[in-house]
């Protein structure tokens, strides 16, 4: 198994290929899903417990058995409550078999749409667990949960509210640089917002600073450096901390353990 920068991953194909499976348990570093977003398709259902899921501004609440798939652009974030759950993300580009069908995955691939228990999707979910899967198989289940999905949609599209949408630059900058030094400039910039403003604007809609959700970030990517074996202030410089006692503070601030101890857990 390979860890991923952002859930417990299983790469189930090739570049040709790009279709990812997310397990997540209390145990999991990213267990509380940060508000992120991406381009892919991503297919969520709950195992275990209870998960509070936003899409953009919307609000679900998905208990054992259901499932959602939610269109690319979405921005999304979660709460679990005693809950695991699986994640499938996908391209859409795996989808495009003709120009037709790629005009409608473009056009009406573009509301979310929630399952209860749906034969389809668990079998779907089932084949993605196994070792050596039949892509085939998994291309028949991917076209049946999409067809349905589409069929099924009532017309209430999720639409990004001006808010999300004008902090997804800096969502998206810390995703892809929190290795690197980051300042609160730095997200502004990408936000055209001026630095006093942005703090008040971020916190506004996520909750959290953007040095909350930022540490937040490094320190979930930690968790996963610490599990495969790397060192403490291996982890930290790699995470964006350049002041060890500040990573271990911010760690047990969030982990409720040290770095160290974390590392050494079965």
């Known amino acids: 198994m390979k ?10 194909g090739t570049p040709d290929f790009p279709v990812e499976l997310y397990v997540v348990n209390k145990n999991h570093p990213r267990y509380n899903m940060q ?17 509070a899921l936003t899409l953009n501004d919307t609000h679900y609440s998905l208990t054992v058995g259901e499932s959602i798939v939610v269109p690319g652009g979405t921005v999304h974030g979660a709460v679990p409550c005693d809950c695991e759950y699986e994640c499938l993300r996908f391209s859409k580009s795996i989808l495009y078999a003709t120009p037709e069908i790629k ?6 691939l573009l509301y979310p749409v929630k399952f209860k228990e ?12 196994e070792e050596d899967f039949d892509r085939l ?12 999905t589409v069929n099924k949609q009532d017309g209430t599209k ?43 604007y971020f916190k506004e809609v996520t909750e959290q600073t953007p040095v909350e959700f930022l540490n937040r970030h490094r320190i979930e990517a930690a968790c996963e450096l610490l599990l495969s074996g790397h060192s403490v202030t291996e982890t930290a410089f790699s995470c964006g901390f350049n002041d060890l006692s500040y990573f271990i ?4 601030k969030q982990t409720g353990i040290s770095p160290k101890k974390y590392s050494n857990r079965e």
């Open 118 to 129: 749906n034969a389809a999707m668990k079998n779907l979910f089932s084949l993605m667990q």
């Open 158 to 200: 999720i639409i990004a509210e001006e808010k999300i949408e004008r902090i997804k630059p800096a969502i998206l900058y810390i995703e892809d640089n929190y290795s690197n030094c980051i300042t609160v400039a730095d997200l502004a910039k990408e936000c055209l917002m001026s630095s006093n403003y942005f703090i008040k």
């Open 249 to 252: 503070h911010v760690f047990k």
């Open 35 to 51: 508000f992120h977003w991406h381009s892919d398709i991503e297919i969520i259902h709950i195992s275990k417990g209870e998960l």
């Open 103 to 108: 005009k409608i995955i473009k056009t009406k």
């Open 3 to 12: 860890i991923s920068s952002y859930h417990e991953l299983n790469p189930r």
């Open 137 to 148: 198989g998994l291309m028949s289940l991917f076209f049946s949960v999409i067809a349905e």
